[in-house]
DNA sequence: CGCTCCCTTGACGACTTTCAATGATCGTGG
DNA sequence: CCACGATCATTGAAAGTCGTCAAGGGAGCG
């Protein structure tokens, strides 16, 4: 089980850059409202960033930031590449039941003091930062209610895709989800990266790959949605939606 | 750990009976660890108590908790009874995207100060305490975010049930859910009530109420399963729950 | 007693899965 | 730099499941 070694981790390390990922979109994200330390106020602020965000720690793609069952001591913060949430089942099948992109908090499911409830890979090459429990003050408790409450919500929101019946309506509310957070981020909500593949994307919405291609090819044919590689462009964002709509 | 006194609840607030409910399997809940003011201590356990649980307040079966898009200034613990949650989409359709039961606190998922995501509607004649915003302070807030981990579990192992492609897997797994809650609550998992209806099931499930019908009839003649009315029993849970690993 | 809502069952059709085979892409190592 | 292997994407045809539409019966409530 790799368990990640923080005393590699420089004081100074930057993230460097992933594919197709600018600085500024990476960057960015970490001084919007939504992000950890938006709360946060002069000095608190200030240890956050010297204690926390300086410690970024990278990943390959493929790699394991927790495994599910592992003793949990800190939260991490993403703030560049992606993760996907596995659950292995008794069975041995694996489910994806979650991505997230940066400005995520990974861990936030999971009881202090507890263990990982599922399994985080990086999807890409990706920057964390380490946020041990130890460190969460009452100051940060009170921005982690927030950002506990939002995930709940968006965790709502996907009961309703996954609820959907048809293929094309599952795809296209998981586009918006997708669409809406970049947005939320101040990224492009009309062309984004897909970091996963269309196999977790099937596990994640409980269809097959076969259709979740079939779907995407009559979705180009349509005209709705333009494949590029592993790039989505979505030319009429209100049109798209009403997919999700019937 | 503090417990409860549940003779310092005020007797004229003292929860009726729903009907096929035993006092027994109600008043349970509210001892259990899991529940809100099981970290409370001393001063602030004697102020939760007077200032919120005293507060029971009841619904009958149909009325409205809180509007989707209301203004939220209070969480609420629900004492005795059941809710559905429900979001209205914007084409008018209505899709259930949870169940309470007795022991959950109703509304982890609205950010503070903000409004409620989800319409809450009771399912039975249904008790609750109010817990307004505005007294919720560090100590209770430190059980709060423990609670909303948990939640946040609970949506994950959700999104794994309606992953699932084959409707008999999806009741499966979703009368295990109900199951284990009833457990964690002291109450039985073998035979536990169902307040919901099947057109409220299939929704949730994103099946039809019909498919949900037809499956629980094949379940019953295979054995699996006994429907007694609104009662559910599963004689043999460790066989039942390999049905949702197929 | 009437009504309304819920549950059940049947037959048909549409959609997705399944199984199978081929092609594309990417990372690795020679 | 190229070749190789592995993983992923695509497409076809067949089979199965579930949704849809329709109708009848039952339970609860005013």
Redesign the pocket.
């Known amino acids: 089980m790799p368990q990640l070694n923080i005393d590699t981790v420089s004081p100074h390390s930057r993230p460097g850059l992933a ?1 197709g990922v600018s600085h500024a979109e990476c960057g960015a994200c970490i001084f919007k409202p939504r992000c950890l330390p938006a709360e946060l106020d002069g000095e608190s602020l200030d240890h956050f960033q010297r204690s926390v965000l300086r410690q970024a720690r990278p990943l390959k ?1 493929g790699q394991v930031l927790a495994h599910q069952g592992d003793n949990m001591d800190a939260l991490y913060f993403l703030r560049v590449g992606s993760l996907k949430g596995v659950i292995n089942e008794a069975n041995g099948d694996e489910h994806v039941v979650g991505f997230r992109f940066p400005g995520s908090v990974i861990g936030l499911a999971e009881p202090e003091e507890q263990r990982w409830a599922r399994t985080f890979v990086a999807l890409e090459d990706t920057w964390l930062c380490r946020i041990p429990l130890a460190s969460i003050d009452d100051a940060l408790r009170r921005q982690l209610v927030k950002l506990m409450s939002e995930r709940l919500r968006q965790e709502y929101a996907y009961h309703l895709t996954l609820a959907f ?6 795809l296209a509310a998981f586009f918006m989800e997708i669409s809406d957070g970049f947005r939320a981020r101040g990224l492009s909500a009309q062309r984004f990266h ?1 970091p ?7 596990s994640y ?13 009559q979705l180009q044919d349509s005209g709705l949605l333009v ?1 590029q ?2 790039f989505i462009q979505i030319p009429d964002l209100d049109q798209f939606r009403q997919l999700t709509q019937e």
């Open positions: 594919r793609a019946k048809s293929g094309a309506r599952k897909l996963m593949s269309y196999i977790e994307v099937a919405l409980g269809m097959r790959h076969e259709s979740v291609s079939r779907t995407l090819t494949k590689g592993k």
